[in-house]
């Protein structure tokens, strides 16, 4: 049985993004931008190293909505992400997805969306609205 939806619950998920993801999404994507690619190019940006693609950073959220909360059969319906900070290559980063309203009248559900880095600092933040099998 599946466990009943409620405001405030909450799922995470982390990982640490690795040149070869970095790679794989850039080839997925076709974002080559150089600052993620070009360890040279990059050190000569405001961020002085590569950095991993924000949308992918930002993908964590689809695997904990669609595995995790509320799981199997959801189905996206909308994201906004607000990219607050860069996320170095082999930074550990947590995503975390909270209900924060459920309709009443359809299966739909919108979740406050925010990933940090491994000191805790925002680096992605926004909301997703998604249909609750």
């Known amino acids: 049985m599946k466990k009943e939806l409620k405001v405030g619950d909450k799922a995470s998920r982390s990982k640490i993004f690795t040149d070869d993801d970095v790679k794989k999404f850039a080839d997925v994507s076709t974002d080559k931008n150089p600052i993620h690619l070009d360890a040279e190019y990059a050190k000569n940006t405001i961020f002085k190293q590569r950095i991993a693609h924000g949308m992918l950073v930002g993908s964590l959220f689809s695997g904990i909505l669609g595995c995790d909360l509320p799981g199997e059969g959801t189905i996206y319906l909308g994201q906004t ?27 739909i559900a919108v979740f406050k969306t925010t990933c940090v880095d491994s000191q805790g600092k925002v680096v992605i933040e926004g909301e997703a609205t998604v249909r609750v099998p």
């Open 81 to 107: 992400l607000s990219f607050k900070a860069p996320v170095p290559l082999n930074e550990q980063v947590t995503a975390t997805v909270e209900v924060l309203s459920i309709r009443e009248d359809k299966p």
